[in-house]
T-cell receptor, first 114, second 113 residues
Framework: ETGVTQTPRHLVMGMTNKKSLKCEQH?????MYWYKQSAKKPLELMFV???????ENNSVPSRFSPECPNSSHLFLHLHTLQPEDSALYLC?????????????FGSGTQLSVL | KQEVTQIPAALSVPEGENLVLNCSFT??????LQWFRQDPGKGLTSLLL?????REQTSGRLNASLDKSSGRSTLYIAASQPGDSATYLC????????????FGQGTRLTINP
């Protein structure tokens, strides 16, 4: 158990659906991240939140909408996705967004867009 | 733009062997380098974190080294076991660009009993 919990583990959705991914960390961290892992590509940073404030959006399309209501919870709202958005979405947290901090990852949500 | 490369993409060795995984990066302006392990369909588990001022870190049978000037890191695994089978990823935290870890594509390691 890594202390970072993601739900659901698997999600299948159509291109017109709206769904949300949830991440919760039990480590007392203040920074949270969304990463995307596609087949045969390196992990890509999507968003960073530090003390509930978004500090980075890595040119992510607006069909992905993050929400961070508090330092322990992070959501990724999905709408009108494309098949190429199918991937493993990973949440991570760190003590803060300082440069020396180690990241802790959840197990991910495997998303399939039909 | 920082690029991280891991070679080989896949490696298969018999149980008990010592092995080295390689990671190279193009820009030496990094804060730190982190090695992760990923099991199929799972998230990443942090193995070792080396700050830019350090040369190596050790944890159990794992030893990671960092040569920032040459843009290289190695992960040494001693006395490999079947349970070590996983994909190993390295990532560098770049100085240019806020809070960004740049990942390699990983080395898929198989330890044969």
């Amino acid at each position: 158990e890594t202390g970072v919990t993601q739900t659901p583990r698997h999600l299948v959705m159509g291109m017109t659906n709206k769904k949300s991914l949830k991440c919760e960390q039990h480590l007392g961290h203040n920074a949270m991240y969304w990463y995307k892992q596609s087949a045969k590509k390196p992990l890509e940073l999507m968003f960073v939140y530090n003390f509930k404030e978004q500090t980075e959006n890595n040119s992510v399309p607006s069909r992905f909408s993050p929400e961070c209501p508090n330092s322990s919870h992070l959501f990724l709202h999905l709408h009108t996705l494309q098949p190429e958005d199918s991937a493993l979405y990973l949440c991570a947290s760190s003590q803060d967004s300082g440069w020396t901090e180690k990241l802790f990852f959840g197990s991910g949500t495997q998303l399939s867009v039909l | 733009k920082q690029e991280v490369t891991q070679i080989p993409a896949a490696l298969s060795v018999p149980e008990g062997e010592n092995l080295v995984l390689n990671c190279s990066f193009t820009d030496s302006a990094i804060y730190n380098l982190q090695w992760f392990r990923q099991d199929p369909g799972k998230g990443l588990t942090s193995l070792l974190l080396i700050q830019s001022s350090q040369r190596e870190q050790t944890s159990g049978r794992l030893n990671a080294s960092l040569d920032k000037s040459s843009g290289r890191s190695t992960l040494y695994i001693a006395a490999s076991q079947p349970g070590d089978s996983a994909t190993y990823l390295c990532a560098v935290r770049v100085i240019q660009g806020a809070q960004k870890l740049v990942f390699g594509q990983g080395t898929r390691l198989t330890i044969n009993p």
